[in-house]
């Protein structure tokens, strides 16, 4: 693949787990060992043994572990000109949208978001969730969609288009009226909630388009999300279509597989899966390279989009790398 096809390089992908991995010990998360602990070379044994393959499957199939996305922008850091959009997180608990008869009906994610990285303006048509602040400050717009955008009279490949009326949402559990464009700031232990498809009846809106961003500068915003299950291949409407995924170039090898090359490599045709084997024999990474991640590490310092103890934690794995 062409170099400028590639929004991503794995050296950043593990970078921004390397910081999850922080998270996860600062803020004490309840993430699941399966998804901290299992190795890129750990899962190809996986799916390489019948039994396990089988008890594993359905973590593979319903997008159980980490994710980091700049939505194609290859902007995940704020460094270049354009949107800085970007977005850390790890489903912990999911349920099957496609099987009615899983037990499991909700899902839990945490998402980590840098000072003014957003996530840009969507709705999911299936699923309802409450976004609460674990640690620093959400900032967040909402708009409600036009009919004929969640009726799909305007294709999903089409611009957006915002209703103009006021609509319901709930925030910290009360009733709230907005006006579209409406913005918020929550801080800690506040929460809201959108609908997806609302109930019949239902005072409270849905299809309500949200973009999001953290508000903490020199630090991180930490989110808990609690919905119905999740789906990120098929309950994303983008106001501006983008691709949830991007294409991540292999100038290192993986530190941990995401939860979508998990899919492919137990899912996924011949070519997928054997495309993330490849990423195994991906070289290290090199000692120039090291030096360009910190660089830009502490160029996100200076502009208050990191957070120092988070510097330190990058130096530590650096270090680390540079030892190997």
Not at 1 to 13: A, H, I, N
Not at 62 to 74: E, K
Request: proline content about 6%.
């Amino acid at each position: 693949m062409p170099e400028k096809e590639f929004t991503m390089k794995r050296s950043e992908v593990n970078l921004i787990i390397r910081l999850m991995e922080h998270f996860i010990d600062q803020f004490g998360l309840n993430v699941s060992p399966t998804i901290t602990d299992t190795t890129p070379a750990r899962w190809a044994e996986i799916t390489g043994s019948g039994n396990l393959r089988k008890t594993h499957g359905r973590i593979a199939k319903i997008g159980i572990g980490y994710d980091v996305t700049s939505l194609g922008t290859g902007n995940y850091f704020g460094i270049k000109e354009g949107e800085y959009l970007g977005l850390a997180l790890i489903t912990d608990i999911n349920g099957d949208v496609n099987d009615t008869k899983d037990p499991i009906t909700y899902a839990k994610r945490f998402m980590f978001s840098g000072y003014e990285q957003a996530a840009p303006s969507h709705y999911h048509p299936f699923k309802t969730e409450t976004i609460g602040v674990v640690a620093g400050a959400l900032g967040i717009k909402v708009w409600p969609a036009h009919r004929d955008d969640f009726n799909k009279v305007i294709g999903r490949d089409k611009q957006g288009v915002y209703a103009t009326r006021e609509f319901n949402l709930v925030i910290n559990d009360v009733p709230v009226k907005c006006a579209p464009g409406q913005e918020f700031v929550l801080g800690p232990r506040e929460r809201i909630t959108l609908y997806g498809k609302p109930p019949k009846g239902s005072d409270i809106d849905g299809y309500i388009y949200h973009r999001f961003w953290g508000e903490k500068k020199n630090g991180i915003t930490v989110l808990e999300e609690n919905s119905r299950p999740n789906d990120d291949t098929t309950d994303n409407r983008f106001f501006d279509p983008k691709p949830r995924f991007d294409k991540i170039q292999p100038d290192e090898a993986p530190y941990r597989l995401l939860c979508n090359e998990v899919n492919k490599l137990f899912f996924g045709d011949q070519q997928q899966s054997q495309s993330v084997r490849d990423l195994l024999e991906a070289k290290p990474v090199s000692a120039r390279n090291l030096d360009t991640r910190l660089i830009q590490a502490g160029v996100l310092l200076t502009n208050g989009r990191i957070a120092e103890d988070c510097y330190k934690a990058l130096q530590k794995y650096f270090v680390e790398k540079m030892e190997k």
